[in-house]
């Protein structure tokens, strides 16, 4: 009910709108990921951020919209490359790739007092397999295949979240120099 409210938020007075969305930001969003709705979360944020935040919305957008086209091929490129690399060391893996979203982008954006040149995670690709060792051996064919930051490596793993969340998280530098 929330996520279609948001979706046609454009129709309330603007008043009304900015009720609704901080109150979707504040409650809504996180309690969607409490439950493990991710991406309804996302959605939810992004939509608030476009209401609450136009201004700031509407430049991170056509940033990233500007880069969405290089950004995708680039991608797809490195995700067919990993997944020869895992193939080949008999790694089972599922990867997914991303482009940051806009209030993500956003948050660190202030948090980190950057520019958007400066994120090291706007593009992501997700690696996803079945045991902890798999998960560690994927780490080390990425170190492999492309240079590590120092400093930008997160084990979550061996030291889970309070949630309960576990992955390792790297950032890495290819042959051509993109992040």
Not at 10 to 38: H, N, S, V
């Amino acid at each position: 009910d929330r996520t279609h409210n948001m979706r046609t938020i454009r129709f309330l007075d603007p008043d009304k709108q900015q009720r609704i969305a901080l109150a979707t930001r504040e409650i809504y969003a996180p309690i969607a990921l409490r439950l493990g709705m991710g991406k309804v979360r996302s959605e939810l944020e992004d939509l608030s951020f476009s209401v609450i935040e136009p201004d700031a919305f509407l430049s991170i957008s056509d940033q990233i919209e500007s880069r969405r086209e290089s950004s995708q091929g680039f991608l797809a490129e490195i995700q067919r490359q990993l997944e020869e690399k895992l193939a080949q060391a008999e790694i089972p893996a599922r990867l997914e790739g991303r482009i940051k979203r806009g209030y993500s982008i956003f948050q660190k954006l202030n948090r980190q007092n950057v520019t958007i040149d400066q994120v090291y995670d706007l593009l992501a690709i997700r690696v996803i397999t079945d045991t902890k060792s798999n998960c560690y051996a994927a780490l080390g064919v990425i170190h492999s295949q492309w240079r590590p930051l120092p400093g930008r490596i997160k084990d979550f793993v061996a030291m889970p979240r309070p949630n309960l969340y576990q992955s390792l998280h790297t950032s890495v530098i290819t042959d051509e120099g993109q992040r």
